[in-house]
């Protein structure tokens, strides 16, 4: 009964979501894509931490 919803609901979410949001939908997409950006810069940030760590531990 409860569930994934089907095709049809999320195309009536989608649209109800385009017009509730349709003015500022770019700007909102450009926030989600710079907040991506930030935390794969992170991401990235932290593996270099523990990739130099790993090569100091190995140097003493």
Do not use: C, N, T, Y
């Not at 195309?11 to 907040?35: D, V």
């Not at 930030?38 to 140097?59: M, N």
């Amino acid at each position: 009964m409860f569930g994934m919803p089907g095709h049809l609901e999320l195309l009536i979410i989608a649209g109800l979501a385009l017009l509730l949001f349709g003015h500022r939908l770019p700007s909102l997409m450009r926030s989600a894509g710079r907040s991506v950006v930030e935390f794969k810069k992170g991401v990235q940030g932290i593996e270099d931490d523990i990739e130099s760590a790993g090569k100091d531990k190995s140097d003493e």
